[in-house]
């Protein structure tokens, strides 16, 4: 009997996630991935990579809850292995303040991460113009290093990468089942035009004195100290698809980032970088059935995750293979998974 055949779309952090969740879980399919561009050239190797989350309005939060547990914990036994400098994951300690008190003081995440609690008010006198704030622990994965690593992992694992453009879903009938993590791409291949653009800028600098993170609980500045530099940030332009850096956008980084961390002053800028973040109202992790060339594909999505990917994808991704499990069974019901 041949072996059955699986294709993922998209190679960025939610689509390698879920191609080696595949991959390891079930060793009797064939995952391959394509894409057009790997890493150093997807949109997750500029992410900043720190895992904390907004709630997205019309998925239940223990559904949320879940994925952030799964990536959290997955994360972080590869941050206390051997590989944690290869594949880019590290802890992080920091705060996130705001400058009016939030209506939840408790996101829903704040269990999972480590020692959460409330800013006294003598932290907070740091901060003059931010009247609450939060500390704890978490984790930032570098995707620049956790994609190579991933796509060696998913490689070892038997996966099959190949680097090209799909321009429709329908070139990939040959498959037995197709995966779609196109991101933006999605508006195209599954003809999804809920799908838009949040155009983020972002300065890498060098300021090793830095070690915890600041994030303004507004989203669009933040301080995340990393392994090779300091990520600063940032922008969140709706619908805006400009792909060039924007020197008034990196002058207004550097000003609001330099008012909560003054030493920033010194701080050398490495690099800047501009990437779209596949948003939509809610992520789409769900499984769809289509006819295609006379015949029925089963198609399982998961994009538009916008900001968060990194911070839900292992999550998504046992959700996906959850969702290609119940897929396979349909196809081929005696078939060994």
């Known amino acids: 009997m041949s072996r059955v055949k699986v294709v993922v779309v998209g190679a960025g952090v939610i689509g390698f996630t879920s191609a080696l969740c595949i991959?390891?879980?079930?060793?009797?399919?064939?995952?391959?991935?394509?894409?057009?561009?790997?890493?150093?050239?997807?949109?997750?190797d500029g992410a900043a990579g720190i895992l904390f989350a907004a709630q997205y309005p019309e998925i239940p939060v223990e559904r949320q809850r879940r994925w952030f547990k799964h990536s959290f914990h997955h994360l972080l036994e590869v941050a206390h292995s051997a590989d944690a400098p290869h594949a880019g994951v590290m802890l992080s300690s920091g705060c996130q303040i705001f400058k009016q008190v939030p209506s939840v003081k408790r996101p829903f995440w704040s269990d999972l991460v480590i020692g959460f609690r409330e800013m006294s008010v003598s932290e907070l006198q740091r901060f003059p113009e931010h009247s609450f704030g939060q500390v704890f622990t978490t984790l930032k994965c570098e995707c620049s290093r956790y994609l190579p690593w991933i796509q060696h992992r998913f490689v070892k694992a038997g996966g099959v990468v190949e680097q090209r453009r799909v321009s429709s879903l329908e070139e990939l009938c040959g498959f037995d089942l197709i995966v779609n993590c196109s991101g933006l791409g999605s508006r195209t291949l599954a003809q999804d035009s809920t799908v838009y653009p949040v155009r983020?800028?972002?300065l890498k600098v060098s300021a090793p004195w830095i070690q915890h993170f600041i994030r303004d609980g507004d989203g669009k500045t933040y301080i995340y100290p990393g392994i090779e530099g300091v990520t600063l940030g940032g922008t969140r332009q709706e619908q805006d698809w400009r792909l060039e850096v924007d020197e008034q956008d990196t002058t207004g980084i550097l000003e609001r980032c330099k008012k909560l961390e003054p030493s920033l002053e010194n701080a050398k800028v490495q690099s800047k970088w501009v990437g779209l973040r596949p948003s939509r109202k809610c992520p789409r992790v769900e499984r769809e059935v289509v006819q295609m060339k006379g015949k029925k594909m089963s198609v399982v999505h998961n994009y538009g995750h916008g900001g968060w990917g990194v911070t839900v994808a292992w999550g998504c991704a046992v959700d996906t293979l959850g969702l290609v499990k119940q897929s396979l069974q349909e196809i081929s019901p005696m078939a060994k998974l």
């Open 200 to 202: 983020g800028q972002v």
């Open 23 to 44: 991959a390891e879980s079930l060793p009797n399919v064939v995952v391959t991935i394509i894409a057009e561009n790997f890493s150093p050239d997807t949109t997750s």
